[in-house]
């Protein structure tokens, strides 16, 4: 574009400077957005731990803040220091109160996490770890595994666990090697999980038909998802698949990024291997949720609402997405055990329920507030 200045002499118009400026302005705000996020992910860890700190200390029998300090220090120390004074308040928060809080924290991001990367790979919102029909599997194992292998003393108390965790697996590989298989896309996957689901619920019901009245109470209860009795040993076994998984695929950000905006074929395109960035997300994604649902029984809520809640909070960033989803996941369950801990105290609702209860209002609450523009 050419202007004629006062002078007669004919100067170029500075068209170009406008859009450089727009382009720096527009590339700001993104940093500082970025930022703005990466803060708030930040602050939500810390306010989760502060949380978790104050959920320790509360039940029937109330105990400090400055005595689970002391209590956490010692653990630290390998015992070579003698600080806390109160033995009998010691045990109850090392053996009762931590392992459930530490519990819910771990299964709750791990299950979150599970649902960001099925919800990435499938490019469907709605998928979640009980969708595609692992948690009804696990439900089905676990029910196996207490009615006929009740006096099984080869794997011990972890008998029901591996045997929850083989059959979601189980369910799993047949979901997505059909889904290979067949070329199918991903709605038909996700109708073959659903067609398992109810396969395998139905196989559970079978079982409760016939079980006993122990046996079906003990299947009812794993079936309710509960916190109660976590050892530190299944807290320690989750908390290693959470460790391995979430900096494999916080490293896969960018990837699931560009396979969920754009697509398999742009995905390509870039040079991404997207079948073996499938299976990656899968077998990680598998293997948390079979983890955990095998040790807490069925739990199927949070798989869902953890990664909406976190998309509509901080966006569909990967890079920020998967551990803001896991931050949601276990407040999520952590106030759901709360509630079902200390709201009819001395009674214990089971976790499974009250998650349910907890979750859906607030999931309601944050669709009902934003935007339609938001969900476009």
Not at 139 to 149: D, L
Not at 262 to 267: K, R
Request: glycine share 10%; proline share 3%; hydrophobic share 60%.
């Amino acid at each position: 574009m050419r202007t004629l200045s006062t002078g007669g002499a004919v100067q170029a118009a500075p068209s170009a400077a406008p859009a450089v400026a727009t382009a720096a302005s527009v590339g700001d705000l993104y940093r500082a957005s970025g930022r703005r996020r990466a803060v708030i992910v930040a602050l939500s860890f810390v306010l989760l731990i502060v949380a978790a700190a104050a959920v320790a200390v509360r039940g029937i029998n109330e105990t400090g803040i400055g005595t689970l300090a002391l209590v956490v220090l010692e653990r630290l120390s390998f015992g070579h220091l003698d600080l806390v004074e109160d033995e009998q308040a010691a045990r109850v928060l090392l053996f009762l109160r931590l392992p459930r809080v530490v519990m819910a924290m771990v299964a709750g991001a791990a299950l979150s996490v599970s649902g960001v990367l099925m919800q990435a790979i499938t490019r469907n919102p709605l998928v979640s770890p009980y969708t595609i029909g692992v948690s009804s599997a696990a439900g089905f194992g676990a029910s196996v595994a207490i009615m006929f292998g009740v006096g099984v003393q080869a794997a011990g108390v972890y008998f029901v666990p591996l045997s929850a965790f083989a059959c979601a697996l189980l369910c799993a590989v047949c979901v997505f090697s059909l889904a290979w298989w067949r070329g199918m896309g991903a709605q038909a996957m996700i109708l073959t999980g659903i067609a398992l689901m109810y396969l395998f619920s139905a196989m559970t019901a079978a079982v409760q038909f016939v079980a006993t009245e122990e046996q079906l109470a003990r299947v009812v209860h794993w079936t309710f998802g509960s916190l109660n009795g976590v050892q530190w040993d299944a807290v320690g076994l989750c908390a290693v698949l959470l460790a391995v998984i979430l900096p494999v695929m916080q490293r896969k950000a960018w990837q699931l990024n560009a396979l969920t905006v754009a697509g398999d074929d742009v995905a390509q395109s870039l040079g991404m291997n997207v079948r073996r960035l499938r299976v990656t997300a899968i077998l990680l994604s598998v293997v948390a949720a079979a983890g955990v649902i095998s040790f807490v029984g069925v739990i199927g809520f949070v798989g869902l609402i953890g990664p909406h809640l976190a998309r509509m909070i901080i966006g569909g960033d990967h890079r920020l997405l998967i551990p803001f989803a896991a931050i949601c996941g276990a407040a999520l369950l952590l106030v759901a055990d709360t509630v079902g801990r200390l709201a009819f105290s001395p009674t214990v609702l089971p976790v499974g329920i009250v998650v349910a209860f907890v979750g859906v209002p607030m999931f309601l609450h944050l669709v009902i507030s934003r935007k339609r523009e938001t969900f476009a």
